[in-house]
Every structure is written in C-alpha cells, then in structure tokens.
C-alpha cells in the first residue's frame, strides 16, 4: 500500500469469551480514506472485533490502533459508530436524538442540534424532526441512528451491518453516504452479509471465519482466488471435441460450464474447433466476490473442522 498514511490496524486479535475463542488472530490493516468491508459468516466475530477496535471491549491479547492511537476512547469525537444492537431514546424526539449522539461526541448542544437539522433537511427527513423517535418505522429510526454516525463530521466511520433492515432505496442512499464520506477523505469500515454491498463500494475486504483471517485484500485480489468460468453452447453434441472438456463440466440446459483450464483458453478454443464442436457462443467470466467469499469462508471451516477431528480415537 506503498506510502498511504494508516487510519486502522489491528494485529492477531484475539477474544476470550468464558474461556471459549471467539475471535483467534484477526489482523487487518485500512488506509485512509478507504471503504473496507468486513465480510464473514454469522457468528465469525465480525462485531467482536469492530467492538476490541473500538475499545468497547478488551482483546484477550493483540493490538490495535485507530487514527494513530491505542486508546480509541480518548479519540471518540473522531470516530462514528453504528452498533450491531441499534437504540435511540423511544421518547426523544428524532431531532433530539441526533443533537444527543453529537453532544455524546463532543459537539456544544447549539451546533449538535443545529447539525441534526441540517442533516435531516439534506437527507429530505426534515418531517421527521419533531416526532419521537417510537413513532418511527425500524428503519426510519436506523437511518436517523446512521445520520448520527457523521453529525460530529468524524474522521473514521464504523458500521457494523449499517445495510441490514433498510429497503432497497435507503440502502442505496446509504451507499451513497459512504462514497461521500470516503470522498472527502473519511475512512469507512463496515460489516455486511450482503456481499454486493461490499462488491460495488469496497477498496478492500476482510473474510472473518471460524474467528481467524481469512482473507484480506482488494476485492479483485479475492475474485482471483477462483478460476474464471467458462460457457460453451456447441451445434454437435457429440463428437472428439468432448475430450477436451474437462472431467467437471456440466451440462446446463445444452450450455456447457467448467473452470477455465490452468493453461488458459486457448488450447480448448483449439481443441473444440478442431474437434469439430461448432461453437455457438462461448463466455468466460470472472466468479464474482459472492463466489470467492463463499470458496473462502467455506475452506476456512473445512480446515477447522479438520483440526476440531482429534486423531485419539484412530490411536
Ligand atoms: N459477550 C459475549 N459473551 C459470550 N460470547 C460472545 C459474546 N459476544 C460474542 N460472543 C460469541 O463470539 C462469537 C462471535 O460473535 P460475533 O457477534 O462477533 O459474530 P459476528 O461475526 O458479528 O456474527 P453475526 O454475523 O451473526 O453478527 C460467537 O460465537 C458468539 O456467540
Ligand atoms: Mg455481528
């Protein structure tokens, strides 16, 4: 990541809940000014980590800094968070409640309140303001949670499922907040179980499985973990040229589907031409970051499962 000033690091996390591992060596580096996804199955430890990076709770052991400092708590009127269990004061006018959120980070009442107006205006939720915050629907009370994340204009951003419980309009609204925060030179960390969400905004990607890394890196570099698939429509269907598919391809609806072989396409085109094949049509596409995550978060358990196998009962 060459010269790029660090906003977030974290390195070998590790979480003891009741002597039970719930998050075992998870490092993560973010630049500043990035959006990265934390990506992972339930229970991974996903929020147990944003949560030990935050300082909301103690790693068992590992370190972590945010915005160059190792206690988060003196810097929290730089940093935003949307917690897992979302709550805003039911009786708390929406309004209120978000002038409160910017009070809680350091804002002067006056601004904090003149701020929450602002910002319901510019998100065209300026009819929300004066109705307490149990009138609202669950996702109209998130959104106006979400707006408390950036009222102290923070200079890092932690949403843990920001996505989740919003309809397909807020959550892209919601898309867009985080492109405009990073733009202006805020960094954005988020978990999702949507991995589109993480596909189409993130620089980088973290896979949290079975509480461990699993992966982390660009998007692309994740996509790459699979072979590009190939798809072949042919006018024969049958001749020499089905040797040159390989053993694992599939016939879908008179489509053909295999990984693209290690040694490229070219050698098939070669060979289904010259077999005789008839090409109709033939793709290759890249698995998207839904398949690496679901290739790499499944490997990840398989392994564990590998280790949980003790060899004393072969013994
Ligand atoms: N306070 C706690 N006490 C005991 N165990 C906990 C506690 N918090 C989390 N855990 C355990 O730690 C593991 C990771 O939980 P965590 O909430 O971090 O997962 P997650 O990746 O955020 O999952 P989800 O996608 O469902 O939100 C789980 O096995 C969970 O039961
Ligand atoms: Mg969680």
């Given at each position: ?51 030990m990076m935050l300082g909301i709770i103690d790693p068992s052991s590992g370190t972590r800094s945010l915005l160059g400092h190792d206690r988060p708590i003196e810097i929290a009127h730089l940093i935003g968070y949307l917690p897992e269990e979302r709550g805003l004061y039911p009786a708390m006018p929406a309004v ?152 694992s391809a599939a016939n879908v609806g008179g489509e053909w589907r295999f990984e693209l072989p290690a040694d490229g396409p070219e050698p098939l085109l070669k060979a289904l031409i010259d077999g005789g094949a008839g090409i109709e049509t033939l793709s290759i596409e890249r698995p998207g970051l839904h398949d ?24």
């Amino acid at each position: 990541m060459g010269e790029r000033p660090i906003a977030a690091e974290a390195r070998d996390l590790v979480k003891d809940f009741d002597g039970k591992r719930a998050v075992d060596g998870v490092s993560l580096t973010v630049p500043e000014a990035s959006i990265t996804g934390i990506l992972g199955p339930n229970g991974a430890g996903k929020t147990t980590c944003l949560r030990m990076m935050l300082g909301i709770i103690d790693p068992s052991s590992g370190t972590r800094s945010l915005l160059g400092h190792d206690r988060p708590i003196e810097i929290a009127h730089l940093i935003g968070y949307l917690p897992e269990e979302r709550g805003l004061y039911p009786a708390m006018p929406a309004v209120e409640a978000l002038a409160f959120i910017g009070a809680l980070r350091g804002l002067p009442i006056r601004e904090s309140r003149r701020r929450a107006l602002v910002l319901l205006r510019s998100s065209g939720h300026e009819d929300w303001a004066k109705r307490p915050i149990r009138t609202l629907s669950k996702g109209m009370a998130q959104t106006v949670q979400l707006l408390g994340t950036i009222i102290h204009e923070p200079k890092l951003i932690v949403l843990d499922e920001p996505f989740a419980g919003l309809d397909a309009i807020n959550q892209q609204k919601l898309e867009q907040l985080i492109r405009d925060q990073a733009a202006a030179g805020v960094t954005v960390i988020f978990s999702t179980h949507v991995i589109a969400h993480a596909e189409r905004l993130c620089e980088r990607v973290v896979i949290i499985a079975e509480g461990k890394s699993a992966f982390e890196g660009a998007v692309d570099e994740a996509r790459a973990r699979l072979r590009p698939i190939v798809h072949v429509r042919t006018r024969a269907e049958d001749g020499p040229w089905r040797a040159a598919l390989p053993a694992s391809a599939a016939n879908v609806g008179g489509e053909w589907r295999f990984e693209l072989p290690a040694d490229g396409p070219e050698p098939l085109l070669k060979a289904l031409i010259d077999g005789g094949a008839g090409i109709e049509t033939l793709s290759i596409e890249r698995p998207g970051l839904h398949d690496a995550f679901i290739a790499i978060a499944g490997e990840a358990a398989a392994r564990e499962m590998g280790h949980a196998a003790p060899t004393e009962e072969a013994a």
